[in-house]
């Protein structure tokens, strides 16, 4: 990812989405600014396309970051993706998964509180935010995979997505 130095001066900061839309902008990924509080974009991972909104709410000083996978939950595994969020939910530091009804996909999401003494959020912090999102759900889609299309438990599941190997062939 293409890092982005903006100087930034010193009061309530400027809006986070100026910086993420520079940030997408510098590594070429597809987006749209929808409103001045809003941004949509599409980055192609490894897995499949994901589909990134950022929400910058200045009342609370809040920007939110979610990461929609591009897949569909069946009916019939809701049950076992709902177990498999809480299984991995429980290993993240950051950020957490979720189903967004609506639309019965599954989300990455994560809230950042803007320094509201300084600058607000930095560009470090906006192109982390962006990485992490990103890194979480390229790590946890094949558990996903794994427990929607293959039918695996969700320990499973995870036991052989995380599985990490030692050592050379």
Avoid at 41 to 51: F, L, N, P, Q, R
Avoid at 56 to 82: H, M, N, S, Y
Avoid at 106 to 112: F, K, Q, S, V
Wanted: hydrophobic share 40%.
């Amino acid at each position: 990812m293409t890092s982005l130095y903006v100087d930034s001066p010193t009061g309530s900061g400027p809006n986070p989405l100026d910086l993420i839309e520079q940030l997408l902008g510098s590594n070429e990924w597809p987006f749209e600014r929808v409103t001045d509080d809003e941004i949509t974009a599409s980055v192609t991972g490894k897995w499949c396309e994901y589909h990134m909104r950022f929400f910058w709410r200045e009342d609370g000083r809040v920007l939110q970051t979610a990461c929609v996978f591009d897949a569909r939950i069946p009916d019939p595994r809701r049950a076992k993706i709902f177990e498999t969020l809480a299984l991995i939910n429980e290993r993240m530091w950051v950020g957490h998964f979720e189903i967004w009804s609506d639309e019965n996909v599954l989300m990455y999401r994560h809230a950042t509180i803007a320094d509201a003494e300084a600058v607000g959020i930095s560009p470090e912090v906006c192109e982390t935010l962006i990485e992490t999102a990103l890194s979480e759900c390229e790590r946890f889609f094949p558990v996903f995979q794994f427990v929607i299309w293959a039918g695996k438990e969700p320990a499973e599941a995870i036991e052989s997505a995380l599985l990490e190997t030692v050592g050379e062939a």
